[in-house]
């Protein structure tokens, strides 16, 4: 992805110096002639063409903000109820991700998520350690956050 | 237009006091480190965000100053919090602070005590 870009840049400024006029304007019409260029070659990369990586981690990124709006909704309701009859917990999850920014990505999208929180990573990665205000349903939280957060994730990293 | 900017970032710091606040009764209230955490990293990083973004807002229609200081500190906050917050949970777990009484599965008790024996 980075070599696409770094590509795409480098065409950018290829085009400046054949119109010769060096304005930042130049530089948009070059790399949009260029981004052109590279979709025409895209089965010469090893990689997927990256605006579609790109798009990935604009969803991440409105993932993000969501989860964290809904989050605070929940935080509310655990906070102004006037009993305090949640059942916290903490819980194991497995993972399918291995590099460690992926799961660093996945750790704080949960942390932000509504009712849990990362306590720990195990040794080997594979663990996730949650602990969630109310354990009852743990295993459809588990079930939304693998096909959420994870695929998400897996379509940026792909 | 922009007496509906005015209104946005007025709602905006509102709201963000408002979450604050309400950070501020669940670290009262809430019975164990854990979940008081859970209000703290949540309620507190969008509250200090949306104050921020509410400033933002006001200083770029009403003086027309684009402050991207303001920006950088609405980056940095969100991409922080989080690991703050799962770092003081992971150091209170493994120095021994107990759950809630009330909690109902631990799930991490049983892989420490594995390491332990390793040790």
């Given at each position: 992805?980075?070599?696409?870009?770094?590509?795409?840049?480098?065409?950018?400024?290829?085009?400046?110096?054949?119109?010769?006029?060096?304005?930042?304007?130049?530089?948009?019409?070059?790399?949009?002639?260029?981004?052109?260029?590279?979709?025409?070659?895209?089965?010469?990369?090893?990689?997927?063409?990256?605006?579609?990586?790109?798009?990935?981690?604009?969803?991440?990124?409105?993932?993000f903000i969501k989860e964290l709006i809904l989050a605070n909704?929940?935080?509310?309701?655990?906070?102004?109820?006037?009993?305090?009859?949640?059942?916290?917990?903490?819980?194991?999850?497995?993972?399918?991700?291995?590099?460690?920014?992926?799961?660093?990505?996945?750790?704080?999208?949960?942390?932000l998520t509504?009712?849990?929180?990362?306590?720990?990573?195990?040794?080997?990665?594979?663990?996730?350690?949650?602990?969630?205000?109310?354990?009852?349903?743990?295993?459809?939280?588990?079930?939304?956050?693998?096909?959420?957060?994870?695929?998400?994730?897996?379509?940026?990293?792909? | 237009?922009?007496?509906?900017?005015?209104?946005?970032?007025?709602?905006?710091?509102?709201?963000?006091?408002?979450?604050?606040?309400?950070?501020?009764?669940?670290?009262?209230?809430?019975?164990?480190?854990?979940?008081?955490?859970?209000?703290?990293?949540k309620?507190?990083t969008l509250?200090?965000m949306?104050?921020?973004?509410?400033?933002?807002?006001?200083?770029?229609?009403?003086?027309?100053?684009?402050?991207?200081?303001?920006?950088?500190?609405?980056?940095?906050?969100f991409?922080?919090?989080?690991?703050?917050?799962?770092?003081?949970?992971?150091?209170?777990?493994?120095?021994?602070?107990?759950?809630?009484?009330?909690?109902?599965?631990?799930?991490?008790?049983?892989?420490?005590?594995?390491?332990?024996?390793?040790?």
């Amino acid at each position: 992805m980075a070599f696409q870009i770094l590509l795409n840049v480098v065409l950018a400024f290829t085009w400046m110096f054949l119109k010769t006029s060096y304005t930042s304007s130049t530089f948009f019409v070059g790399y949009l002639l260029g981004l052109l260029i590279i979709f025409a070659f895209r089965n010469c990369f090893s990689g997927r063409f990256y605006l579609i990586r790109a798009y990935a981690v604009f969803r991440l990124f409105l993932i993000f903000i969501k989860e964290l709006i809904l989050a605070n909704i929940a935080v509310l309701k655990v906070v102004l109820k006037p009993k305090l009859d949640m059942r916290p917990g903490i819980f194991a999850m497995q993972t399918v991700l291995e590099k460690d920014w992926e799961i660093t990505v996945l750790a704080n999208l949960i942390t932000l998520t509504p009712g849990t929180l990362v306590v720990d990573v195990s040794d080997d990665n594979k663990t996730l350690y949650i602990h969630a205000v109310d354990i009852e349903d743990a295993e459809d939280v588990i079930q939304g956050i693998k096909s959420t957060f994870e695929n998400a994730i897996l379509e940026v990293s792909r | 237009m922009i007496e509906i900017v005015k209104i946005i970032a007025g709602a905006l710091i509102l709201f963000g006091a408002f979450l604050s606040v309400v950070a501020t009764f669940g670290v009262i209230r809430l019975p164990d480190v854990y979940t008081r955490n859970h209000a703290a990293s949540k309620s507190a990083t969008l509250g200090v965000m949306s104050i921020l973004l509410g400033t933002f807002l006001y200083f770029w229609i009403e003086h027309g100053h684009f402050n991207s200081r303001v920006i950088l500190a609405i980056v940095f906050i969100f991409a922080t919090s989080p690991v703050a917050g799962h770092l003081i949970s992971r150091a209170a777990y493994n120095s021994g602070v107990p759950l809630w009484e009330k909690s109902v599965q631990d799930d991490l008790k049983g892989k420490n005590q594995i390491r332990q024996a390793e040790k």
